[in-house]
């Protein structure tokens, strides 16, 4: 019997390597590739820039499925609410769906897929998010999610590679089938614009990155030419605040699925044969193995995005500071390296890993010592590439509650993007009411002479803030608080090493480190 099948589009919006796509066409007469803005997910915390990269990735795809003579069906509701109708109106048999490890998903699919049993409708889903299927992992520890990134490693070697990507579909797949739409359906089913969706776009500024699988095969396509930066990219080398981003900036891609991860892991393979490259954790492969560790670690781990009630994580007394936590987010902190980042995270939705490193441990341990779980609500409202494991662990790690137990090396917002950007550019760049300032003086303003804040037209308390803490003496304090708050962790919190021993593998922080001071 031919299916009349829903793919239900989530993440993994593209049509290259979606097995789960292509499962729905097999024996198919209709197919309904349907996406469903679900209020839980694209809610009030969600920002604009991610709005309009989520609306550009929608467009790219039901563009690319015009092509193939179908077309999406946007539709706004609770899954559990607006499947039960299509599945009646539409007289479904099949529904296909990629398979998402985040909390919230797997308790939507769950309902969404007894009611589909309730229908008689099939249900089919297919693991194309991760490189690995992360339960897989999982089951190969033990049962145990690795908790460092060299066990990950080692499973993922025992494994094997991850699994080829598997081509888009052609016309010729879809010569018997069709997608029944009509004259009504860009009303009915049409993508909704900003503005219809209530959003004031006023402030959005230039579109550095449009979502969308076709941006995505650009952008990856671009990187891959230049095969000795492939070859030799190290992270630890790459810079937090060049005025270009220094990485690839795929994430955003990569999140909503419009970049396939096996995809790019494949074509970096591709790169590779037959010449020397860099290695994990600092090489590109690297990279993706990074995500792999924090997404087996989001699903092995329980209440994985919060303090309570999460085995492994330091229980910390963190303050409740709403004044710090508004300045850090609306980039007042008075230090002008933090600002920039915040203010760039805030205009472009991107910020370099090693800057979310410098402005997470300001933040927390560093300065502010303010819970990683406001940060993490902040990222999740600015950044393009949201996502929930990714955010999680790396919060976790940056403020040392979890993973990472250095907690005695701290950031310095001052010397950190010195190292790679001297006369403060980047800073310039994003802070224009300091762009006249002296480099001698441009990562710390206040200590400028008056006579120099007026020849710059930017005086310190009127124009740009004070610093909000002083570096030198509160990440002392602070160090003293972690202190403490280790030696109030039980065994379980303690997964790893102990405090103060060295590493055997070193940290991004540490290979980092060691090569500027090698410069
Ligand atoms: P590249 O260096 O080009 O790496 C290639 C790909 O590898 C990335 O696209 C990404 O998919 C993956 N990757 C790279 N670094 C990491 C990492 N440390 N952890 C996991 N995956 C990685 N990344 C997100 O995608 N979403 C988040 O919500 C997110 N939140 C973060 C929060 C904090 C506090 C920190 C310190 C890091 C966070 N990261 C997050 C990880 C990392 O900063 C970004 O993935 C990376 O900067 C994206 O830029 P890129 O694509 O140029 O990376």
């Known amino acids: 019997m031919a299916h009349i099948c829903i793919h239900w589009f989530r993440k993994g919006l593209r049509l290259h390597d979606n097995p789960a796509l292509i499962a729905a066409l097999r024996d198919c007469k209709e197919l309904y590739p349907v996406f469903i803005l679900d209020p839980y997910v694209y ?21 690319s499925l015009r092509k193939l003579n179908s077309r999406l069906f946007v539709l706004k509701g609770k899954p559990e609410d607006v499947f039960p109708e299509l599945f009646i109106k539409w007289k479904v ?7 998402d490890t985040e909390p919230y998903s797997l308790s939507r699919d769950k309902t969404v897929t007894a009611l589909a049993q309730n229908h008689g409708v099939r249900v089919i889903y297919k693991i194309s998010h991760t490189l690995y299927d992360i339960d897989r992992l999982i089951e190969e520890n033990d049962g145990k999610p690795p908790l460092t990134y060299n066990r990950l490693r080692e499973l993922a070697k025992k494994l094997g590679p991850p699994k080829k990507p598997i081509p888009s579909p052609t016309s010729a797949d879809m010569k018997d089938i069709k997608t029944p739409f009509s004259d009504k359906h860009e009303a009915k089913y049409g993508i909704p614009t900003l503005e219809e969706l209530g959003l004031n776009t006023t402030s959005l500024g230039e579109e550095l990155f449009p979502g969308g699988e076709q941006e995505a095969l650009r952008r990856l ?12 990219f190290e992270k630890p080398q790459t810079s937090p605040n060049s005025l270009s981003p220094s990485t690839t900036v795929l994430s955003p891609y990569v999140t909503f699925g419009c970049l396939s991860a096996r995809t790019f892991w494949w074509r970096i393979a591709e790169v590779y044969q037959g010449k020397k490259h860099s290695d994990p954790p600092v090489s590109l492969h690297g990279q993706l193995l990074w995500r792999e560790f924090f997404y087996t670690a989001s699903v092995g781990i329980p209440n994985f995005n919060k303090m309570e009630g999460n085995p492994v994580c330091t229980q910390v007394d963190w303050d409740t500071k709403a004044e710090y936590l508004a300045a850090w987010r609306e980039a007042r902190t008075g230090y002008p390296f933090i600002d920039a980042i915040m203010t760039q995270l805030r205009q472009e939705g991107w910020i370099h890993h090693l800057a979310r490193h410098a402005v997470a441990c300001f933040l927390t341990r560093g300065d502010l010592w303010i819970s990683w779980e406001e940060g993490q609500k902040v990222f999740e409202e600015l950044l393009l590439d949201g996502d929930w494991a990714l955010n999680a662990g790396n919060w976790q790690w940056l403020s040392a509650s979890t993973f990472f137990h250095q907690f005695f090396r701290v950031y310095s917002p001052v010397a950190f993007g010195k190292k790679t950007d001297k006369y403060g550019d980047y800073i310039k760049k994003y802070i224009p009411r300091l762009k006249k300032y002296p480099a001698e003086y441009i990562y710390e303003p206040w200590k400028a002479p008056r006579c120099v804040q007026q020849a710059a037209g930017c005086i310190v308390g009127k124009d740009y803030p004070y610093p909000i803490v002083k570096h030198e003496v509160v990440h002392k304090k602070n ?12 065994p379980a919190q303690s997964p790893v090493k102990k405090q103060g021993v060295k590493r055997s593998t070193p940290s991004i922080l540490d290979m980092f480190q060691k090569k500027r001071k090698t410069e």
């Not at 809610?43 to 604009?48: F, S």
């Not at 048999?93 to 398979?99: F, H």
Request: proline share 0%.
């Open 479 to 490: 160090i003293q608080r972690m202190k403490e708050a280790y030696a109030r962790r039980s």
């Open 43 to 63: 809610n009030a915390r969600v920002g604009l820039n991610y709005w309009r990269f989520l609306i550009g990735a929608l467009k790219d795809l039901d563009c």
């Open 221 to 232: 396509d671009e990187h891959m030419k230049q095969t000795g930066w492939v070859c030799s």
């Open 93 to 99: 048999t099949q529904l296909t769906y990629e398979y």
